[in-house]
T-cell receptor
Framework: EAGVTQSPTHLIKTRGQQATLRCSPISGHTSVYWYQQALGLGLQFLLWYDEGEERNRGNFPPRFSGRQFPNYSSELNVNALELEDSALYLC???????????FGEGSRLTVL | KQEVTQIPAALSVPEGENLVLNCSFTDSAIYNLQWFRQDPGKGLTSLLLIQSSQREQTSGRLNASLDKSSGRSTLYIAASQPGDSATYLCAVTVGGGADGLTFGKGTHLIIQP
């Protein structure tokens, strides 16, 4: 069974540009979480999607947005990129019965 | 607001030793607790999940315990190997999943051959 898959693996952008990151959850999982892991800051909760709806967002500006598609895959959009947006962006899907989260390998975003 | 603390921040031990990683959380009203492993630049690998009603879980050489009332969990690694070198993260979730997991900053573990 395939795990959580994320693309692209690496992305380089310049300040002011937009970035789009994609995530496919484990088959059968309907919830997707996005986290940011910036150097030295630990994992910070970004967004939670469940059954196609945004259920909650962390303490991030509106430049960070996303959506979940009918097949439960998700994308994260970051507009007006700033240098401090450089980070590893991790997606996770959850088994509803147990609440266990499974993570993808992440997308490394570098903003120059 | 839930806060998770992991001690120590870093640990270096010779191969073969048994070791304990500690995790504490401020709000005992958790739904579950997960231990993860993260290799440099990689995603997180789930090691153990403990539901709030459970006291411990075991997988191979790993054993995790949970004391909800005191807000503590420990991860015990038996007979450590160089391949165990990684950052170990503890995370808790409140019921409903609204905030996902709240993570500690991790313990960076080095096992010396």
């Amino acid at each position: 069974e395939a795990g959580v898959t994320q693309s692209p693996t690496h992305l380089i952008k310049t300040r002011g540009q937009q970035a789009t990151l994609r995530c496919s959850p484990i088959s059968g999982h309907t919830s997707v979480y996005w986290y940011q892991q910036a150097l030295g800051l630990g994992l910070q909760f970004l967004l939670w999607y469940d059954e196609g709806e945004e259920r909650n967002r962390g303490n991030f500006p509106p430049r960070f947005s996303g959506r979940q598609f009918p097949n439960y895959s998700s994308e994260l959009n970051v507009n007006a990129l700033e240098l401090e947006d450089s980070a590893l962006y991790l997606c996770a899907s959850t088994a509803r019965r147990t609440g266990e989260l499974f993570f993808g390998e992440g997308s490394r975003l570098t903003v120059l | 607001k839930q806060e998770v603390t992991q001690i120590p921040a870093a640990l270096s031990v010779p191969e073969g030793e048994n070791l304990v990683l500690n995790c504490s959380f401020t709000d005992s009203a958790i739904y579950n607790l997960q231990w993860f492993r993260q290799d440099p630049g990689k995603g997180l690998t789930s090691l153990l999940l403990i539901q709030s009603s459970q006291r411990e879980q075991t997988s191979g050489r790993l054993n995790a315990s949970l004391d909800k009332s005191s807000g503590r969990s420990t991860l015990y690694i038996a007979a450590s190997q160089p391949g165990d070198s990684a950052t170990y993260l503890c995370a808790v979730t409140v019921g409903g999943g609204a905030d996902g997991l709240t993570f500690g900053k991790g313990t960076h573990l080095i096992i010396q051959p």
